[in-house]
């Protein structure tokens, strides 16, 4: 795990591993998104870490305001129903489409 980075646009995605998320700005067509310039930077100034995810911690602190008492990652993620997100995905675009 020390090698291994989840970028996401939704803490939920890392959420059983925070110590290895970077969150991320959500876009959608938007042609003066500057996020993955601003990820780039950031991922090119920590490859070189020995454990990326101390790196991450420092960076992000994920660990100091979540806990699995008061954040149920587990059972959210069991309820996640990912088909139910496609649709409402579609739906969306279909919406910005318009």
């Not at 870490?49 to 149920?72: C, M, Q, T």
């Not at 587990?74 to 279909?94: A, G, K, L, R």
Request: with cysteine.
């Amino acid at each position: 795990m020390k090698d291994i980075i989840l970028v996401d646009n939704a803490v939920y995605g890392f959420g059983q591993q925070l110590s290895n998320g970077v969150p991320i700005t959500p876009f959608k067509e938007d042609k003066n998104d500057k996020e993955f310039l601003s990820l780039t930077r950031f991922l090119v100034g920590i490859h070189n870490k020995p454990d990326l995810r101390v790196a991450l911690r420092d960076a992000f602190s994920f660990e100091n305001i979540s806990s699995k008492e008061k954040y149920d990652f587990e059972n959210f993620i069991d309820f996640y129903d990912y088909e139910q997100c496609e649709i409402e995905q579609e739906q969306d675009d279909e919406h910005v489409e318009l």
